[in-house]
Nanobody, 124 residues
């Protein structure tokens, strides 16, 4: 069993920055590949970023490349998503997810555990 809790969401203006955190418990965090997904109103859940267990491999969705950075601190059992140059189209509920394999994945169906989501709203 893995519990994931997102934090750090909120309201920011376009061009601003925000950092999301995802605290993991219930299992050794370093055994999990992690990912971030988001879902905007009326849209399907979208891949944002993923990172391998040790943090050496990272992947990003095309819409966030160059603006978002995924990282993890295994000593703190925490996953991060640094979001810069935010756009109104980044507005969504952001979810962290955990996978019981080393390699990160872009497909949400590959993940085994999910957080409750954190709202990010970017105003124009």
């Amino acid at each position: 069993q893995v519990q994931l809790v997102e934090s750090g969401g909120g309201l920011v203006q376009a061009g601003g920055s925000l950092r999301l955190s995802c605290a993991a418990s219930g299992r050794t965090f370093s055994s999990l590949a992690m990912g971030w997904f988001r879902q905007a109103p009326g849209k399907e859940r979208e891949f944002v970023a993923a990172v391998s267990r040790g943090g050496s491999s990272t992947y990003y969705g095309d819409s966030v490349k160059g603006r978002f950075t995924i990282s993890r601190d295994n000593a703190k059992n925490t996953l991060y998503l640094q979001m810069n140059s935010l756009k109104p189209e980044d507005t969504a509920v952001y979810y962290c997810a955990a996978r019981l394999l080393n390699s990160p994945a872009r497909d949400l169906n590959e993940y085994d555990y999910w957080g409750q989501g954190a709202q990010v709203t970017v105003s124009s």
